[in-house]
């Protein structure tokens, strides 16, 4: 007995995935918005300069300067399926935890604690000042 493959009907082109790509690069991300990107990714790394006490033992190693990169694209790329031509700091936290997960690793001490990268993505983000 042979089966045909069931037939696929385009959504939608390449060209459309092309133009998407290009009004996304187009989002505006203002200069406070881009500020308290950098705000994050340097609290993961050195969260004691930003008044988040008692990270510092919990994150083995901060997220990369390119984090900044990823969390920016991430952002636009938000924004722009919520049908806005601007990024805002909402925007960082919503899709933050899934940019941020595996960019910031902990230590045994706060996995003993049951301690995840989660709870300390959350941590920086309350302590961050929002613009």
Do not use: C, W
């Amino acid at each position: 007995m042979t089966h045909t493959p069931p037939k696929i009907k385009s959504v939608i082109t390449l060209e459309d995935v092309k133009r998407a790509k290009d009004l996304t690069e187009q989002i505006y991300v203002d200069d406070k918005v881009k500020n308290y990107i950098v705000d994050i990714i340097f609290a993961s790394r050195n969260p004691d300069d930003y008044g988040l006490k008692g990270l510092k033992n919990m994150i083995s190693y901060g997220a990369s300067p390119r984090a900044t990169i990823n969390l920016t694209l991430a952002a636009k790329a938000y924004a722009f399926l919520q049908g806005r031509g601007y990024v805002t700091p909402e925007d960082i936290k919503t899709i933050g935890h899934d940019v941020l997960r595996h960019r910031i690793l902990i230590t045994y001490e706060a996995e003993a604690d049951s301690v995840s990268s989660d709870d300390i993505i959350d941590k920086i983000f309350g302590g961050i000042e929002v613009p």
